[in-house]
């Protein structure tokens, strides 16, 4: 017989617990750096930082249900 000890799996909660914090750090970095861009490049007509914020969401959303799909995969 082999004696293997049981394999451990992660937590699933350890890994829930960073998605808030990813999906903050994705939209503040956007966020930023549509600010910037607002700042060095005026444009009347684009508004650089609602763009961004936009494109930071969506990014983090599919972040987001990117983790969650390999959560529930493991089980």
Request: charged content about 15%.
């Amino acid at each position: 017989m082999d004696n293997k000890p049981p394999q451990k799996r992660p937590n699933k909660w350890l890994a829930l617990i960073n998605i808030p914090i990813q999906m903050g750090v994705i939209i503040f970095l956007f966020s930023y750096l549509g600010d910037w861009l607002d700042e060095n490049h005026p444009n009347p007509k684009v508004y650089y930082s609602k763009i961004l914020v936009f494109v930071g969401v969506v990014l983090a959303l599919y972040n987001v249900i990117r983790q969650v799909n390999e959560i529930n995969k493991t089980q």
